[in-house]
């Protein structure tokens, strides 16, 4: 194509963008100027973005509106280009001879005399457009709003004091909020007073009213004020959002306008760790495994430090008679902050784990919350490594089927968990605490029947513990135990062989049955018969071993009721006391059959109902829990009656953690106490207390009226023999 040419159309194009530009500009300023005289300060700079990317991709439209065709036909309607402008644009293998050189006699004509593409200026459209749009913006900026008063009409009354002063109104407001730079959010401006922010974030209120008063503040709910400066008609003040509230601008003299504005406030969530690998909290090991796969996956809402730490205990011995070593390493994690992974395989060889031990893992992990960050931590991890015994016995297995032993815990890992959930008391919610405290609890209970099978308790229900075969022989008290020293409680198995422990080697005259569990056993190992040999213990260490029963009793008691800071004290008193049956001597002897006491024929039941009490339960009346509420409740019900708002105020700061939205209980006060005689507010407070009650027990329910047969039934009861 012509050089001439094509430099004529891109001129044309530049021309028309132009021109539709120059008409729309001034009306989107004009748009924008009205937004915020009608609205805020973000508004119109919306109208005013939205306006231009409006405006600029029409003007984009209408110049590329100007296409080929439009070319060809305004080239045609030139003498030089004889109707025949759209040869320039054909691909010249495609033409004759005869169209060749019409072409070229075309190409020659333009490039002597270059056309003229562009439109002209729209001069009236633009002058219309621009006085309109200059009226319209000097109206909005210079047009009094209501209840201001002109300067001239201001000093007159200032000066012969007959006019009366007119209350200031709020003109616009700026509301900057800065979030803590952990949060990694920008800063954002906002035209509206209410909003949610993050905890910690700086506010910066901007204000302007109509007039000039005397004093301006941000007063708080709960009686907290902010005093605001004055600057070049602008009044700012700042604040630092630590707890949701609800605020309302203040002035002297009193705005006509004094709603309430809400600030609700988001906190920083702890991280919340995931385990991965393993699949299972509790891991049987491999014989002759080396090493152990741990993935877990932590997530925050703000990101999670780029390191973590990896806790690992290794346990060696059983029962009591445990000893811990614990280790620390720093793992480094992966992906997005939001969601961090972190692996690490652990070699158990370097770690100094063999046959028989316990290796326990626990991920820590912290969140980038300054200036303190929160941490959280994984559910713990343990690996189990089969002891030759075990191995021995999962070789017969095809042979003899067998339960694995459960996992007890001892007294002092009991102790252990009480003082860990202690520490972390702060960080967990009611529910949680109380939770985890229970499931130690649990955990004090069945140490404690363990240990009671040798007084001869009973087991309250539960399944029957497992025999003292399969149990740690540490429980037993033993006379070769080792003594407990301050670091380590110790649970030696004294059982190496039978002499020692008077085990009944099976006679040669016993039956033999093919496949039976009992005869393998009796054949090739050894097991102690409790139908033929009990433990017997001298009267001073039954009576400390009762001691630790009671203190263990008390323990557990404070634990279900999630109270372990109580149950601390009777743990450790149940430990020493541990300690001291572990030195105590003990004997075996036959067991005989019971000496039961020889039944009294008097005491039998003869079917006399005298002296028997009635069986119906009185019902007493409940008392509502919140009576401070419930006057105020019965007050708003009725008509006239002034409700005590104080006392209300006070409940509310008493009991704001129980609320779900204590903040609309507190606005639905206040706009009571700015309103006394409206109806519609005394409703509204009404529904939020009723909303707000606790709910009393529920009292037994009354039986159900039984029918005519049922009745002659319960008469013939009444009416005996």
Request: proline share 7%; with cysteine; aromatic share 4%.
């Amino acid at each position: 194509m012509n050089t001439a040419v094509s430099r004529a159309w891109q001129a044309a194009r530049r021309r028309q963008a132009a021109r539709v530009m120059a008409i729309a500009v001034p009306l989107v300023v004009a748009l924008a100027a009205l937004a915020w005289r009608l609205a805020t300060y973000d508004v119109a700079s919306g109208v005013l973005a939205i306006g231009l990317l409006a405006a600029a991709a029409l003007a984009t439209w209408r110049a590329r509106a100007l296409d080929r065709r439009w070319l060809v036909r305004q080239l045609d309607q030139r003498p030089t280009a004889r109707d025949s402008a759209d040869l320039l644009f054909t691909d010249a293998a495609t033409l004759n001879p005869l169209q060749l050189r019409q072409r070229e006699r075309i190409d020659a004509a333009l490039r002597q005399d270059p056309p003229e593409l562009r439109a002209r200026w729209p001069r009236r459209a633009l002058a219309a457009v621009g006085c309109a749009s200059v009226l319209v913006v000097a109206l909005a900026f210079g047009w009094p709003r209501a209840g201001i008063e002109p300067a001239s009409h201001a000093s007159r009354t200032a000066a012969g004091g007959t006019a009366a002063a007119v209350p200031p109104a709020l003109q616009s407001a700026r509301l900057r909020i800065s979030a803590p730079s952990y949060t990694g959010q920008p800063v954002r401006t906002q035209g509206e007073l209410d909003g949610k922010v993050q905890q910690d974030s700086q506010l910066k209120w901007s204000l302007r009213f109509s007039g000039t008063p005397a004093r301006a503040a941000l007063q708080f709910h709960d009686g907290q004020r902010v005093e605001l400066t004055q600057q070049d008609g602008q009044w700012s003040g700042s604040w630092k959002a630590a707890r949701p509230v609800l605020y309302r601008v203040v002035t002297e003299p009193a705005l006509r306008d004094t709603r309430l504005y809400r600030l609700d406030v988001v906190p920083d969530q702890p991280p919340n760790v995931r385990v991965v690998e393993p699949a299972a909290t509790l891991v049987l090991g491999r014989p002759g495994q080396r090493r152990w796969q741990l993935r877990f996956e932590a997530r925050d809402d703000h990101g999670v430090a780029a390191t973590a730490q990896l806790k690992v205990t290794l346990a060696q011995g059983s029962g009591e008679n445990i000893s811990f070593r614990e280790q620390v390493i720093t793992l480094n994690g992966s992906g997005p902050a939001m969601q961090r992974r972190f692996a690490h395989a652990l070699d158990l060889a370097a770690l100094g784990a063999s046959a028989g031990n316990d290796v326990i893992a626990q991920l820590q992990v912290r969140d980038n919350h300054a200036p303190t960050p929160q941490t959280a931590q994984s559910s713990s991890l343990i690996l189990r490594l089969p002891s030759e015994a075990d191995v021995q016995e999962a070789e017969l297995e095809g042979m003899v089927k067998r339960t694995l032993p459960a996992y007890f815990r001892s007294q002092r890992q009991i102790i252990i968990d009480a003082e860990a959930l202690l520490a972390q008391r702060s960080k967990l919610s009611v529910d949680e605490f109380t939770r985890r405290s229970d499931a130690i609890g649990v955990d004090q209970r069945i140490l404690r029947l363990r240990y009671g099978q040798f007084l001869g308790e009973e087991s309250e229900g539960a399944p029957k513990p497992p025999p003292t075969s399969d149990l740690p022989t540490s429980d037993v008290p033993s006379s070769d135990a080792p003594a407990a020293d301050d670091d380590h409680e110790h649970e030696g198995h004294a059982a190496d062989h039978d002499d020692e422990h008077g085990h009944a080697h099976a006679g040669s005259d016993a039956p033999q049955v093919f496949g039976s569990a009992t005869d393998v056993l009796s054949e090739y190992g050894h097991t102690h018969d409790h139908a033929e040999a009990a433990t017997l213990l001298d009267p001073q260490t039954r009576a400390t071993l009762k001691a630790a029963l009671d203190q263990m009793w008390s323990s557990e008691g404070e634990l279900r009721q999630g109270r372990p800071k109580e149950a601390l004290p009777h743990a450790y008193k149940a430990l020493a006391f541990i300690k001291e049956v572990q030195q105590a001597e003990r004997i075996y002897l036959a067991r005989v059959g019971p000496e039961l006491p020889p039944i009294d024929e008097s005491r039998r039941l003869g079917g006399k109902r005298e002296g028997i009490d009635s069986r119906r339960l009185p019902l007493a009346a409940l008392t509502a829990p919140d009576q401070a509420i419930v006057a105020v409740w019965q007050q708003l019900g009725g008509a006239g009656q002034p409700p005590d708002l104080e006392a209300l105020n006070g409940w509310l700061r008493a009991n704001e953690a129980r609320l779900a939205d204590p903040l609309s209980l507190a606005a639905s006060i206040e706009e009571l106490r700015m309103a006394p005689d409206c109806m519609r507010c005394r409703d509204a407070l009404r529904a939020q207390l009723w909303r707000a009650l606790l709910r009393p027990v529920p009292a037994p329910a009354r039986r159900s009226t039984p029918d005519a047969m049922g009745q002659r039934y319960r008469d013939a009861l009444g009416a005996g023999p």
